[in-house]
């Protein structure tokens, strides 16, 4: 084949990636559901390694086993064909996309003791699959619970992206990623869960460009290989892959990797949906009427920029921010797409409750004695109490209260089972949950 580009290509050859025995805490077990917090020292070390934010790196097994068990991908699916839609599943049986099947998915059951992948496979009727669930944070604890304190570990050492992070479910056998190799366009980490090997491909986007003459996706990309950095992934190996790059995932054995996009939004995109949403808070004016002369648009352009002008000056995009702020702290970074709801757990004066880390719960007056709670991702509005805040402080700070303390703290101004519903609302948006005093 004929390249267009003028810059001599390197020589083919496939290099092999760099595995990174270090920066590794802790040292490599056997345990089953890993801490997923790295230490500051670790981060420290991930940004040197960095240095221009533009170079993937991979670690290995840096959390000592995969971030999550692979077997929670089955109760991942178990859990969305309870509550999902088919828009958070894509299927690909033999590389062909089949959104009939995507339905099929989320209607029907997984049979007991039957694994998704056999499941998925029978439903294909095709030796090879891929399946891609989106918003897993939305749909798993398990998963959401892993990567919060992972992710907070690193916002704390490089920043956290303004319109946070998601968790993308990659499984099958397939010969490799649907739809070929492309672009990333966000920063994002690979947390491979196995339990087979992936092989992982990289190039550049200018090598990117440079082989293929131009930027899109190429479902045919085997003449690219021998040019690319290839990584292998065992289960458990951390991927760190910067925005741009470009990449495709093979495996012939089943296996499953959660990506982790951080979002950083387009400024002129992102300034732009910000700034309609606080036009359509503000006051309604019409514009002045122009002359209908060549000058018009130059009269119209400036009563634009007055108006403009106006609306950044108040404080309706701070006041939005805010709103945005407050969610995404509450959910560690992560963002809610879907309106996901569990049964709240059933409490009473014996129960224990401490909150679910690492999502710190927000408490904020809003407006006269009431005042607003956020949690992981969700708020609701209640009269005020003192006892509220001292309930908030209390669980931020990782106390295991006991039910029959926290409704004294509220005295004869609330009744029990006004504290009860308060509890038992939190459990719900899975801010709280219970647990035996042991765990304190
Ligand atoms: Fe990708």
Redesign the pocket.
């Given at each position: 084949m004929t390249f267009s580009s003028p810059v001599p290509l390197p020589e083919p050859g496939s290099s092999r990636g760099q595995l990174l025995g270090t920066p590794r805490t802790p040292p490599a077990s056997s345990r089953e559901d890993p801490d997923p917090v790295l230490p500051k020292d670790w981060w420290r070390r991930f940004a040197e390694m960095l240095q221009d934010g533009d170079r993937p790196l991979h670690f290995d097994r840096p959390f000592g086993a995969p971030l999550v068990h692979p077997r929670h991908v089955d109760d991942l699916v178990r859990t969305m064909q309870k509550r999902a839609d088919k828009k958070h599943v894509r299927i690909y049986c033999g590389g062909r996309r089949r959104d009939d099947l995507a339905h099929e998915l989320v209607r029907a059951r997984l049979p007991d003791g039957v694994p998704v992948f056999d499941w998925i496979r029978e439903l294909c009727k095709s030796e090879r699959m891929a399946f891609v669930i989106n918003d897993v944070q939305d749909w798993s604890e398990v998963f959401a619970r892993a990567a919060a304190p992972f992710l907070t570990g690193h916002f704390e050492s490089r920043g956290v992206p303004p319109a946070g992070a998601e968790m993308v479910l990659f499984a099958g056998n397939y010969e490799a990623?649907p739809f070929g190799a492309?672009r990333?366009y966000e920063h994002?980490f690979l947390a491979h869960l196995g339990p087979a090997n992936k092989e992982f491909y990289i190039w550049s986007a200018e090598l990117y460009q440079q082989l293929t003459g131009g930027t899109a996706d190429l479902p045919n990309y085997e003449h690219l290989l021998p040019y690319a950095t290839a990584y292998t992934l065992k289960p458990g190996d951390l991927l760190y892959?910067p925005a741009q790059w470009y990449?495709i995932?093979t495996q012939t054995e089943y296996s499953a990797s959660v990506?982790i996009p951080m979002y950083q939004p387009d400024r002129a995109k992102y300034l732009a949906e910000l700034v309609s949403e606080v036009a359509r808070t503000a006051k309604h004016r019409i514009l002045p009427r122009v002359s209908f002369q060549e000058t018009g648009s130059a009269e119209c352009a400036a009563a634009l920029r007055r108006e403009a002008e106006e609306l950044l000056a108040g404080d309706g995009l701070d006041q939005i921010l805010l709103e945005r702020w407050r969610l995404h702290l509450s959910n560690g970074g992560l963002v809610r797409r879907t309106p996901t709801w569990v049964e709240p757990i059933a409490l009473d004066l014996e129960s224990t409750i401490a909150r679910v880390r690492p999502f710190p719960i927000l408490s904020v007056p809003s407006g006269k004695e009431r005042v607003r709670i956020y949690a992981r991702h969700r708020s609701f509005e209640i009269a005020d109490h003192p006892a509220l805040g001292r309930l908030v402080t209390a669980l931020n700070e990782d106390r295991v209260l006991s039910v029959r303390e926290v409704v004294t703290w509220f005295s004869s101004a609330w009744e029990e089972s006004a504290v009860l519903g308060v509890l038992g609302h939190l459990s719900g948006m899975q801010a709280i949950e219970g647990v035996s005093r042991a765990e304190g």
């Open positions: 990623t492309h990333g994002a892959l990449h995932g990506a």
